[in-house]
C-alpha cells in the first residue's frame, strides 16, 4: 500500500518561510511525477509545483521565485521550501504522486497539512 505523509506545516507569519515535506512508502511503481497542490477555505485544489524524476520543474505563477520544490529519489521524498510567505498561502497542502507499473497508473495523495500564514 503506497503512503504519503506530508509534515512541517505549521503558524507562520507574513514574510517567514516554512519547509514541508513528502515522505512515499509501500512505493512499488516506477514515479514519474511528483507534487504538491493546495486547497484553500473555499476554493478548489491548485497546483503549486511539481518536479520530474530528472527535475524537471513546474511552478504556479503565484509561488514563482518564492518556491522551491525539490525531491530526493533515493528516499522517495519530497520537498517545498517556501519563503517570502503571505496571507493568500494559507491552505492545506497535499502532497501527490503519479507512476506507472507494468499494465497499471498510480496517482497518489497525501492527506495534506495546513499552512497558516498570518498578517
Known amino acids: 500500500q503506497v503512503q504519503l505523509v506530508e509534515s512541517g506545516g505549521g503558524l507562520v507569519q507574513a514574510g517567514g518561510s516554512l519547509r514541508v515535506s513528502c515522505a512515499a512508502s509501500?512505493?512499488?511503481?516506477?514515479?514519474?511525477?511528483m507534487g504538491w497542490y493546495r486547497q484553500a477555505p473555499g476554493k478548489q485544489r491548485e497546483l503549486v509545483a511539481t518536479?520530474?524524476?530528472?527535475?524537471?520543474?513546474n511552478y504556479d505563477d503565484s509561488v514563482k521565485g518564492r518556491f522551491t520544490i525539490s525531491r530526493d529519489n533515493a528516499k522517495n521524498t519530497m520537498y517545498l521550501q517556501m519563503n517570502s510567505l503571505k496571507p493568500e498561502d494559507t491552505a492545506v497542502y497535499y502532497c501527490n504522486v503519479q507512476g506507472r507499473a507494468p499494465r497499471k497508473y498510480y496517482d497518489v495523495w497525501g492527506q495534506g497539512t495546513l499552512v497558516t500564514v498570518s498578517s
Open positions: 509501500g512505493v512499488t511503481f516506477s514515479i514519474d511525477i
Open positions: 518536479i520530474s524524476t530528472g527535475g524537471t520543474t
